[in-house]
């Protein structure tokens, strides 16, 4: 059975619209855990659109199940990751134009200078997985690299029409049999949503599926009429004065 990691970037993304403090993400992942997350997933980028070295700090000190940390094999990153020793981190591409990570990595282009990212984290007891897409080459060069994990790239099978999407499966299914066959351990997420999340986690053999996007879209909808509820309650029935006495009523 799969296990799920819950990615909060995008309670960051709230807060950080505003510049403020809330919502914060750091009682959020209680919230996730207290929900079920086997995991908790946070991408520190470098641009910090999101999440923020403070995020890092207290979740480090707070998260009960495990702490993923996505970064870009950058110097800086690096560092904090050796501070802050994360649970895993997750090696992903990063351009500051994006969105969000929108391709997996190339490993084989840059396998020798991942290796030494790999290695210094590892030997650091901070297991590395590779964000990848779902292609043999790029798990061949996985394996080189020294790294322990993959995490296979979903987005091309959740963005397929339905006539492409039972190929991108069957892709999927073959790179995490491959992949395991190479010895390395297989996650996969990115672009999964409570209809398309089913025959991923079905795969044998998938280890965690990292999930962010939906999970907070569902939040503000399942949470939304219940925060209404109470601000309405608050301006119909304020029980402060306007100089912050208490109410006489
Ligand atoms: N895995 C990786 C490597 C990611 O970069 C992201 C997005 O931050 C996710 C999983 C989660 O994707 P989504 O928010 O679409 O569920």
Known sequence: MASLGVNIDHIANVRQARRTVEPDPVPMALMAELGGADGITIHLREDRRHIQDRDLTLLRQTVRTRLN????ATKEMVEIALREQP???TLVPERREEVTTEGGLDVRSQCTSLSSV???LQSNDIPVSLFVDPDRNQLEACQQSGARWVELHTG???QASWREQPMTLARLIEATDQARSMGLR???GHGLTYQNVEPIAAIPGMEELNIGHTIVARALSVGLQEAVREMKSLVQNPRRDPLFGSSSS
């Open 186 to 188: 297989v996650n996969a």
């Open 156 to 158: 091309r099978y959740a």
């Open 69 to 72: 940390l996505e970064m870009a």
């Open 87 to 89: 649970d895993m981190v």
């Open 118 to 120: 790999i290695d210094t």
